[in-house]
Nanobody, 119 residues
């Protein structure tokens, strides 16, 4: 069974930090491009951070504050979020994607974890 389970979300005050975790099962994350998306009410889901082939990319709004990393031994990817702002409030989703040379693309999503930044 292929599964991604996010955790670590919650309520934090502006300027605070959170570390989100995404635990994968049924496949190894080392073979996949891993990324974090978020979606606020009434808005489109947006890419926050991605790691593909050793290269990391961040949305302009997250650059310098967020950091994506992985622990292959634990088959888990993380999103460290610092200096949080109210506009960071959203449901955060973990994504795994693999485009093979042959065969169809694999694309998996977690169910999301709520992050609320408020005083």
């Amino acid at each position: 069974q292929v599964q991604l389970v996010e955790s670590g979300g919650g309520l934090v005050q502006p300027g605070g930090s959170l570390r989100l975790s995404c635990a994968a099962s049924g496949f190894t994350i080392a073979s996949y491009a891993m990324s974090w998306y978020r979606q606020a009410p009434g808005k489109e889901r947006e890419l926050v951070a991605a790691r593909t082939g050793g290269t990391t990319n961040y949305a302009d709004s997250a650059k310098g504050r967020f950091s994506i990393s992985r622990d292959n031994a634990k088959n888990t990817v993380y999103l460290q979020m610092n200096s949080l702002k109210p506009e960071d409030t959203a449901v955060y989703y973990c994504n795994a994607k693999w485009i093979p040379v042959f065969g169809s693309t694999r694309n998996y999503w977690g169910q999301g974890t709520q992050v609320t930044v408020s005083s």
